[in-house]
């Protein structure tokens, strides 16, 4: 069990420009969570997959937001046209398939927008 | 969506128990309470979880009342690297949206 990993840890970027990040939840994980933070909040949900499906969005995800888990392993959250206020904590969390929900996080992308 | 009440801070002493209060009285009976903690630069980490009687595992026990409307996160020797932000969440029955609020961030001095 090597954890969810995240890639970047961290990422600057100018307003305007598009941005991906990547998560890889642990292996044979089935569910895979992306959230927000903002400095001194709690994590927001943001959306859900299981498996490659992706089974939830939050109304906070705008049509700037896209989210991929193609074959159901690997996860990219993709922010175009990137506004300041994007500026927060990625984190991406994945947990088994079945049984109760106990979320593993990684350790999370620090997006700053110039 | 029922909702938590933590209070923002709390203080504690190395090597003495800490009590972390979290109010639900929304609570439904398919509700369960989950604590996470998120260290400094860090993704949250899972501590806890229950339903309606108390539990305990080699992190922590938690303490939950018998209307189920209040519960307490027992770290039983705060150590300094419990020093975190405590999330106490309820998680409803085969949802996976967990919501997290603010929490309370725990600082232990030693």
């Known amino acids: 069990d090597t954890g969810v990993s995240q890639d970047p840890r961290h990422k600057i970027t100018k307003r305007g420009q598009n941005v991906t990040f990547r998560c890889d939840p642990i292996?044979?994980?089935?569910?895979l969570y992306w959230y927000r933070q903002t400095l001194g909040q709690g994590p927001e949900f943001l959306t859900y997959?299981?498996?490659?499906?992706?089974?939830?969005k939050s109304r906070l995800l705008s049509d700037r937001f896209s989210a991929e888990r193609p074959k159901g392993s690997f996860s990219t959250l993709e922010i175009q046209r990137t506004e300041q206020g994007d500026s927060a904590m990625y984190l991406c969390?994945?947990?088994?398939?079945?049984?109760?929900?106990?979320?593993?996080f990684g350790s999370g992308t620090q997006l700053s927008v110039l | 969506d029922a909702k938590t009440t933590q209070p923002n801070s709390m203080e504690s002493n190395e090597e003495e128990p800490v009590h972390l209060p979290c109010n639900h009285s929304t609570i439904s009976g398919t509700d369960y309470i989950h604590w996470y903690r998120q260290l400094p630069s860090q993704g949250p980490e899972y501590v806890i979880h229950?339903?309606?009687s108390n539990v305990n595992n080699r992190m922590a026990s938690l303490a939950i009342a018998e209307d189920r409307k209040s519960s307490t996160l027992i770290l039983h020797r705060a150590t300094l690297r419990d020093a975190a932000v405590y999330y106490c969440i309820l998680r409803v029955l085969n949802n996976n949206d967990m919501r997290f609020g603010a929490g309370t961030r725990l600082t232990v001095k030693p």
């Open positions: 292996s044979e994980h089935n569910r």
């Open positions: 229950g339903l309606t």
């Open positions: 969390a994945s947990s088994p398939g079945t049984g109760d929900v106990k979320l593993f």
């Open positions: 997959f299981q498996n490659e499906a992706q089974l939830e």
